[in-house]
């Protein structure tokens, strides 16, 4: 938001004449004599109208000023052309170059906040298409055995690549070269780590009770479609908003109950389970599955995740 400019013009002469008047009982109470032929009168309507034009040009800021003003906040020296003689293109040109510094003064170059780096990352690095997502977590050093401990000083990025763009084989290198763009932007005393996601496989097991007359192969590639949408990394429309399963969120038997039973032939949907082999026994339950906040998700949907069974509870024919 801009800064509202003061109005210095905001007195008239009237005003500046009126006021010098109401003083005059004060400083000199022996004049008595206020008429307009009186000398003192004749003075202070002189020095009114000189005030007056006075804060009128005090109030105007010159071609010369903006040329200062903007100087002051450019890396190289500004100067108005000298061959605009016209106040209008001088105007224009004084206008188009605060509008460019002002971009200039927006455009992001130290990196300093996650936001910073995540604007950085996404928008400014040449090599950005090749990035799908970023996450970034302060006070982190996902380098180091204990991942989840607080470490002042330390910033740990986790760069999701857009795997149209980059190979497997391409990963440390990417990494690597975003890590040598950034130093040049972090702060001295930053640590920073670049890192790829840790991606948590998660087994689903479900029975699906069909409608009279479903396609048992079509609600089965139905539901691995959806589950593989909903909990993909990057391009997951439709849901959350195409940009992937959040870093860090939990996976939960409940969700899937949900996203199972809205597909086409489905009537209800029991016995939902889930399991991730890599984790411990306090991150895995049938119910829920803790991602924690560097993590993702890479969902295992096969053959015979899905039992099929008719609204008697009969195996599916």
């Known amino acids: 938001m801009s800064l509202p400019l003061p ?21 000199c109470p022996e004049w008595t004599d206020h008429n307009p032929t009186d000398t003192g009168i004749i003075l202070i309507e002189l020095l009114a109208w000189l005030t007056e034009m006075t804060l009128y040009q005090v109030n105007q800021v010159g071609d010369r000023n903006y ?6 906040l450019k890396e190289t020296p500004w100067h108005l052309p000298s061959n605009l003689t016209e106040a209008e293109a001088r105007q224009a040109a004084i206008q188009a170059e605060t509008r460019q510094t ?3 003064l927006r455009q992001r170059y130290r990196a300093v906040t996650s936001t910073d780096f995540e604007q950085l990352v996404l928008q400014d690095w040449e090599r950005s298409y090749q990035i799908a997502r970023v996450k ?33 084989e391409q990963i440390t290198e990417l990494n690597q070269a975003l890590k040598t763009w950034l130093e040049e932007r972090s702060l001295l005393t930053t640590r920073l780590h670049v890192v790829p996601p840790n991606y948590v496989s998660v087994n689903i ?30 391009a997951s429309s439709p849901y959350w908003d195409n940009q992937g399963w959040p870093f860090g969120r939990n996976v939960y038997a409940s969700e899937v109950y949900a996203l199972l039973d809205r597909l086409s032939g489905v ?9 991730a082999p890599d984790q411990t026994a306090d991150d ?13 998700v890479s969902v295992v949907v096969d053959a015979g995740s899905f039992n099929f069974k008719d609204r008697a509870g009969n195996e599916w024919k």
């Open 284 to 296: 895995n339950s049938p119910t829920g599955i803790i991602i924690k906040d560097y993590e993702l």
């Open 67 to 72: 040329e200062t003003f903007l100087n002051l």
């Open 7 to 27: 109005n210095l013009d905001d007195r008239t002469y009237a005003d500046l004449v009126e006021e010098a008047r109401s003083l005059i009982p004060i400083e």
């Open 102 to 104: 002002i971009l200039e």
């Open 136 to 168: 970034v977590l302060s006070q982190r050093n996902l380098n180091s055995t204990d991942k989840d401990a607080t470490v002042p000083g330390h910033i740990s990025l986790v760069i999701v690549p857009d795997r149209q763009q980059v190979q497997p």
């Open 267 to 275: 009537d209800y949907v029991k016995n939902v389970t889930l399991s």
């Open 205 to 234: 097991r479900a029975d699906l009770y069909l409608e009279d007359g479903a396609d048992s192969q079509k609600v089965k590639r139905d539901a691995q479609t959806e589950i593989k949408a909903c909990f993909a990394p990057v």
